[in-house]
C-alpha cells in the first residue's frame, strides 16, 4: 500500500465543501478513507488544520468544537500523524538555513520532514511550490492535487 503524506492545505481544501479546490483534493482523502493508500501527516498538521479551519470564511463558520470533531473523527481516523523530535527539528532548520530561507517556511520544512522520516512515496500539498524549494532532486515525489489525479496509485 502506497505511504502519502498529506499537507494542511489539501486536508483543508477536501474535507471542506464550499473549498474552491474541494473537487480536486476530495478524490485523494476517498483512497485515505477507503484504505487504497496510507494516509500520514505530521503532528504539527493538528494545530495548523484547526488554526486554518476556525478562521476560514464560511458561513456557516466552523466553531471549535467542530473543528476539534473533524480532527478526531477524520483526521486522526485515517491519518497517522508523525512525530517528530528534536533532532528532526534539526534537521528541518539545517534545511532551511542551508538555502538561506527565512520566516514561515519553517513549517514546510517540519512537514517535509516528517514525510521523510515515514519514507513516504509521496507528499500532496496545494501549496507544491512552497516544498519544491526545499526538497533534493528525487528525494520525495511532489504531487498538486490541482494538475495530477491520484490514478497514478495504480500507475507506480
Known sequence: MKKIFFDTSVLIAGMTTQHIHFVQSSPWLSL???????????????????ANLTRMPHTPSVTPLIAQKMIKEWV??????????????????????GRSLRGGVIYDSLHLQAALKQKVHALVSLNERDFARLVDSQEIRLINPLTESPHFINRH
Open 76 to 97: 486522526l481516523e485515517y491519518c497517522t500523524p508523525i512525530a517528530l523530535d528534536h533532532s528532526d527539528y534539526l534537521l528541518a532548520l539545517d534545511r532551511i538555513i
Open 32 to 50: 485515505v478513507a477507503n484504505r487504497v493508500i496510507k494516509g500520514f501527516i505530521s503532528t504539527h498538521t493538528l494545530a495548523e488544520f484547526y
